[in-house]
Each structure stands twice: as C-alpha cells, then as structure tokens.
C-alpha cells in the first residue's frame, strides 16, 4: 500500500500538465521543468537509501517515504501561492517515491523470494502511478481545484502513515542453505547487471513519460490539451502498465532475452505511432501510442525488476534495485528535453532520434545474452 500511496503522488501532477499551462499560466517547458523537477528528489534517494535500507532496516526509510509523500502534496498546495511550492513539492514527492522503490522493494523481495516479490512490487508501483492522476484529473475536472486533490492524497497517506506506526518488520524468509544477511553479488551476476539490464532501464520510465507527457503534447499544441485528454493518456498508460504485467510474468525466463527484447521492441513500435502522431496530429493514433507506451513499461519493469531480485545478492538487494530505478529514470527526463527541442525544431525528429537510440539498446541486449545465466523458467504464484 506504501508503494500505491507513493506511486499516486509521484503522478497526481502529470494530468494537470496541461491545466497548469491553460490556467495557472506556466509555459509548456516550465510545466514539463516542474514534472522533471522531481528526479531532483529522487536521485538521491535511489543513490544512497537502498544501502542505508540493506543496513538499517527497511521499515525506518518506508516510514521516511510516506512522510515525504505527504510533504510533496503539502508542497504542491502551496504551488497555488508560488510556483517555487510546485518545485519543493515535486522534490519532496520524488525523494519518498525513491525510498519506496528501494526500501519497499527489497522488503518485499526479502519476503517474497523468487518472482513474486518482483510482481508484486511493480504491480504495486503501476497502480500507484495509475490511480494518482485519475484521482487528481477526476477531482479538478470536477472543483477546479488542484489543491483540493492533492489535500485528498495527503489525507489518506497520513491515515495509512499511522496504521504503519504499528507494523513490525518481519525477518525475511530466505530460501534454504541460503545466510539470511550479508550474501554479496557475485562479479558475474554484476557483468549481467551492467550489460544486460542496465541498457534496457531507462525506456521502462522514458515509455510511461513520453506517453502520458509528450503524445498529448504531439495530439495537439502546447499546452492546449483538455484535462479529459491528459487525464485519459496518464490512465491508459500506466493502466495498460499495470494489466500487461501478470500476463507477462507467465514468460519471465530469466536465463534468456525475450522479454527484455520484446519489451524494447514494443517500445520502438511505441515512438513509431509517436511520429505518426506528431505528423498527424490525431487523437485517436495518439490513444493508440498511449496503450503501446505503457504496455512497453509494464513488459520492461517486470523483466527488468526481476532480473535484478534475481541476481543481487542480499546484502546488495537495495543498492542495486537503486540503481537499476536511477537509470530507469534517465527517461522520466525525455519530457523536459522534448519541449527544449520543439522550440527549434520538429518533434518528430527528435521521436526519431528516441527510436534509434531504442534499436541501439536492443543491440546492446542482444550481444550480451551469454551474461546470463543457464535458463530458468520462473513459476510464479498467483498473488490473488
């Protein structure tokens, strides 16, 4: 719930992109600047509190999360009277969404070994980022009123804040023959860290960011989206996230590619409908894309996520679960690159440059198969 809690304040601003342009006045760049502004938070968070989580605990840096979850709401409310306040708040939001990925997600893993802590934890954070900006582009839709949203958000992370006062951190359950603490990756399982992961991540968050922020962009004209159109993109983009991931779980063979391949492919499908887009300008291909964007996060966070609980060793689960989601946020930044680049020139161009950096990341994957190890078909068990 903590990641659901966390993943809906990271994204309750991003459906109100384009309301924020039409009505609080800031220009596309500085909206898409406010959205990026959260990496800012995160970075550190991703960087520094999954070693600190492997040490002292997850339940601490959870709590941590939470609490600056709701500080990010508060921060946002305050945007109304400055846009300074949309700054802190995003950088607020985005140093508890990264405690959560690490801290949560490692505890997670540690209780749930194999593939079902890997499913869990991403089902969790897609709902998150799913249910955040429907919320939030529901309740202005219906008030005006974006800081009515955001105190709904604060409310309810507060009242799950208390109840988690009480909850003990379990010891994990490890499997057998296995020490409990302190088992470090081994240098081959770091090689297929770098090699085989590292060059897929940053499309797992790049596929959400450019299909909820950049195609309403491409739909239509800076900023001239209606709320209902930039609502319905962050919905069926982390929406379709969210759906893909148990189906793709049945194909999760960590010994081979494919689902990492198949999810750079849908990916490059994904930014292809995106230049159509941008050539067409028609909402209903721009839906299409939505759909496609997200399907390609889903496909991408479950392989991705389960490869590195796979091969990280307990004493390096957080660290390098932190890593994995700094890199997938390399692509959280394509909004904020985007709206520089249409200033100068077409977007489709700059889509295109996109998709063949996707085609070198698929090559990278390619090569580096032998990295992984003998295959192994992971079975895994209903979470229903």
């Given at each position: 719930m903590?990641?659901?809690?966390?993943?809906?304040?990271?994204?309750?601003?991003?459906?109100?992109?384009?309301?924020?342009?039409q009505?609080?006045?800031?220009?596309?760049?500085?909206?898409?600047?406010?959205?990026?502004?959260?990496?800012a938070?995160m970075?550190p968070?991703?960087?520094?509190?999954?070693?600190?989580?492997?040490?002292?605990?997850?339940?601490?840096f959870?709590?941590?999360?939470?609490?600056?979850?709701?500080?990010?709401?508060?921060?946002?409310?305050?945007?109304?009277?400055?846009?300074?306040?949309?700054?802190?708040?995003?950088?607020?939001?985005?140093f508890?969404?990264?405690?959560?990925?690490?801290?949560?997600?490692?505890?997670?893993?540690?209780?749930?070994?194999?593939?079902?802590g890997?499913?869990?934890?991403?089902?969790?954070?897609?709902?998150?980022?799913?249910?955040?900006?429907?919320?939030?582009?529901?309740?202005?839709?219906?008030?005006?009123?974006?800081?009515?949203?955001?105190?709904?958000?604060?409310?309810?992370?507060?009242?799950?804040?208390?109840?988690?006062?009480?909850t003990?951190?379990?010891?994990?359950?490890?499997?057998?023959?296995?020490?409990?603490?302190?088992?470090?990756?081994?240098?081959?399982?770091?090689q297929?860290?770098?090699?085989?992961?590292?060059?897929?991540?940053?499309?797992?968050?790049g596929?959400?960011?450019?299909?909820?922020?950049?195609?309403?962009?491409?739909?239509?004209?800076?900023?001239?989206?209606?709320?209902?159109?930039?609502t319905?993109?962050?919905?069926?983009?982390?929406?379709?996230?969210?759906?893909?991931?148990?189906?793709?779980?049945?194909?999760?063979?960590?010994?081979k590619?494919?689902?990492?391949?198949?999810g750079?492919?849908t990916?490059?499908?994904?930014?292809?409908?995106?230049?159509?887009v941008?050539?067409?300008?028609?909402?209903?291909?721009?839906?299409?894309?939505?759909?496609?964007?997200?399907?390609?996060?889903?496909?991408?966070?479950?392989?991705?996520?389960?490869?590195v609980?796979?091969?990280?060793?307990?004493?390096?689960?957080?660290?390098?679960?932190?890593?994995?989601?700094?890199?997938?946020?390399?692509g959280?930044?394509?909004?904020?690159?985007?709206?520089?680049?249409?200033?100068?020139?077409?977007?489709?161009?700059?889509?295109?440059?996109?998709?063949?950096l996707?085609?070198?990341?698929?090559?990278?994957?390619?090569?580096?198969?032998?990295?992984?190890?003998?295959?192994?078909?992971?079975?895994?068990?209903?979470?229903s």
């Amino acid at each position: 719930m903590c990641l659901v809690l966390t993943g809906w304040c990271a994204n309750q601003y991003v459906s109100l992109i384009s309301w924020y342009q039409q009505f609080r006045e800031l220009s596309e760049f500085e909206a898409m600047l406010v959205m990026g502004s959260y990496l800012a938070g995160m970075i550190p968070a991703l960087a520094f509190g999954g070693p600190w989580a492997d040490r002292y605990g997850r339940k601490p840096f959870s709590l941590l999360a939470l609490a600056c979850s709701i500080l990010g709401s508060f921060g946002l409310m305050v945007g109304s009277l400055h846009e300074s306040g949309l700054y802190a708040g995003r950088i607020f939001t985005g140093f508890g969404m990264g405690l959560a990925m690490v801290a949560i997600t490692s505890w997670v893993k540690l209780l749930s070994p194999g593939a079902a802590g890997a499913t869990r934890a991403a089902l969790c954070t897609s709902l998150g980022f799913a249910l955040g900006p429907v919320i939030s582009g529901a309740i202005v839709g219906a008030s005006g009123s974006p800081e009515l949203a955001y105190i709904v958000h604060a409310a309810t992370a507060f009242a799950w804040l208390l109840l988690m006062f009480t909850t003990r951190e379990a010891p994990a359950l490890e499997p057998a023959g296995r020490s409990s603490r302190g088992e470090a990756t081994t240098p081959a399982n770091l090689q297929r860290f770098c090699r085989v992961v590292l060059p897929a991540a940053p499309w797992v968050f790049g596929m959400a960011a450019t299909g909820f922020a950049v195609v309403p962009a491409l739909s239509s004209g800076a900023g001239e989206s209606s709320l209902f159109y930039t609502t319905l993109a962050v919905a069926v983009t982390m929406g379709m996230g969210t759906v893909i991931q148990p189906f793709v779980k049945r194909f999760n063979d960590l010994g081979k590619i494919r689902l990492i391949m198949a999810g750079l492919a849908t990916s490059l499908a994904a930014l292809l409908l995106m230049i159509a887009v941008s050539l067409s300008g028609s909402e209903i291909l721009g839906i299409i894309a939505f759909a496609v964007a997200g399907s390609a996060n889903g496909i991408l966070l479950v392989a991705g996520l389960s490869q590195v609980l796979d091969l990280a060793g307990s004493a390096d689960v957080g660290k390098l679960t932190g890593r994995f989601y700094m890199c997938c946020f390399i692509g959280f930044t394509f909004p904020t690159f985007f709206a520089l680049w249409r200033t100068v020139s077409h977007p489709a161009l700059f889509i295109s440059m996109l998709a063949v950096l996707c085609v070198l990341s698929m090559l990278q994957v390619l090569r580096s198969a032998k990295f992984l190890p003998a295959a192994k078909l992971q079975e895994v068990p209903s979470s229903s």
